[in-house]
C-alpha cells in the first residue's frame, strides 16, 4: 500500500494524468490487450475448433451489409471463421510474439551492450562489430535464411507448431542491436561516476559492478525502446506472415489475416482484410503513442509537461 501510495503522489503519475495522449493510448491498450488475452471468454466463435466451423458460411458479410448473419458481426473469411473471433484470437498470439520477441532481443542486447560498454577494448570492438554485421541483415533476410534452414531439419510438418517460438527466434536475433548499441552508450557513461570508482574501491568484481551497480543506472532508455520495439516486433511479424514467412492459415495473427483476405479485397469481400488491418493500425498507434509520452517523459530535455 505504501508503494501504491507513493507512486499516486510521484511527479510520473501526475504527469500521466494531465497528458490526454497518453491517458487515451493507455486506455486503449488497455482494453485490447483484455479483449486479446481474454479471447477464449469473450469471442463469440473459436477459429481453432474445426467443428463450429462450416464452409458454407465462407464469406459472410458484416450483419449489416445485405446478406450478413447476425451470427457474424464483422462476416466471415474464406474458411467460415469469424472474422471478430480470429481477430481477438490473432491479435493475442501477435502479442504474444511481440512481447518475448522484445524480450529476447533485449536479454541479448543488454548482455552484450554491458560487456561492450564496460569492458571495453578488444571486446567492445568485437561485439559492436558482430551488431554492425547484423544490422546489415534486415528482420526478413534472416527469416528466410533460418526458415529454409527450420522447414529443411524439421519439415514443413512441424512448421505449424513451432511457429510462434520460430518468430519470437527470428525477430529477436535480428533486432538486438538497438539494445545493444544503447545500453553501451549508457554504460560508457556511467562507469567513469563516483560511484562506481567506489565500488572498485571497497573490492567488488566487475560483474557485480555491472549488474547490481551500473544495469540498474542504464534501465531507463531500455524500458522506453522496449515500449517501442514491442510496436516494431507486431509488425515484423504481420510483415512476415504477410509474406508467408510467419504464422500459417490455421493458427491466425494480425498479419495472417490481412495476407489471407487480400485476394478478395477487390473482388467484393473487403471485411476479411480490412478489419483485421485497422485493429492492427489501432494496436500499433496506442503502443507507439504510450511510447513515445514515456520517451519524451524520461528525457528531460524534451518533456515540457
Not at 479485397?265 to 503502443?287: E, K
Request: aromatic fraction near 14%; glycine fraction near 8%; hydrophobic fraction near 50%.
Amino acid at each position: 500500500m505504501k508503494a501504491w501510495r507513493r507512486f499516486k503522489e510521484s511527479y510520473f503519475f501526475h504527469s500521466f494524468l494531465h497528458d490526454p495522449v497518453a491517458m487515451g493510448s493507455f486506455c486503449v491498450l488497455v482494453v485490447l490487450l483484455f479483449a486479446a488475452f481474454a479471447a477464449p471468454v469473450i469471442a463469440p466463435h473459436n477459429p481453432y475448433d474445426p467443428t463450429t466451423i462450416d464452409i458454407m458460411d465462407s464469406k459472410t458479410p458484416p450483419v449489416w451489409v445485405e446478406g450478413g448473419n447476425s451470427s457474424f458481426l464483422l462476416g466471415a473469411d474464406d474458411q467460415g471463421r469469424d472474422i471478430l473471433s480470429t481477430m481477438l484470437y490473432g491479435m493475442r498470439v501477435s502479442v504474444i510474439i511481440g512481447f518475448w520477441a522484445t524480450l529476447l532481443q533485449a536479454a541479448i542486447g543488454i548482455l552484450f551492450g554491458l560487456l561492450a560498454g564496460y569492458l571495453g577494448g578488444r571486446i567492445d570492438s568485437l561485439l559492436m562489430r558482430l551488431a554492425d554485421v547484423q544490422l546489415s541483415f534486415s528482420t526478413y533476410m534472416v527469416a528466410i535464411f533460418l526458415g529454409a534452414i527450420f522447414q529443411t531439419a524439421f519439415g514443413m510438418a512441424n512448421y505449424e507448431t513451432f511457429a510462434v517460438p520460430f518468430l519470437i527466434t527470428v525477430i529477436g536475433l535480428a533486432e538486438w542491436p538497438k539494445y545493444a548499441r544503447t545500453v553501451r552508450a549508457s554504460v560508457l557513461a556511467e562507469k567513469k561516476k563516483e560511484y562506481v570508482e567506489a565500488a572498485r574501491i571497497i573490492g567488488l568484481g566487475p560483474t557485480r559492478i555491472m549488474w547490481r551497480h551500473i544495469l540498474p543506472n542504464t534501465l531507463t532508455p531500455v524500458l522506453v525502446i522496449s515500449t517501442l520495439q514491442v510496436a516494431n516486433c507486431i509488425m515484423s511479424e504481420a510483415a512476415l506472415s504477410f509474406l508467408g514467412l510467419g504464422m500459417p492459415p490455421t493458427r491466425p495473427s494480425l498479419g495472417s489475416l490481412i495476407k489471407a483476405g487480400f485476394e478478395f479485397f477487390l473482388s467484393g469481400q473487403w471485411w476479411i482484410t480490412l478489419f483485421p488491418g485497422l485493429l492492427l493500425v489501432v494496436l500499433i498507434v496506442a503502443i507507439n503513442l504510450f511510447g513515445d509520452w514515456l520517451r519524451d517523459f524520461f528525457n528531460p530535455k524534451l518533456y515540457k509537461g
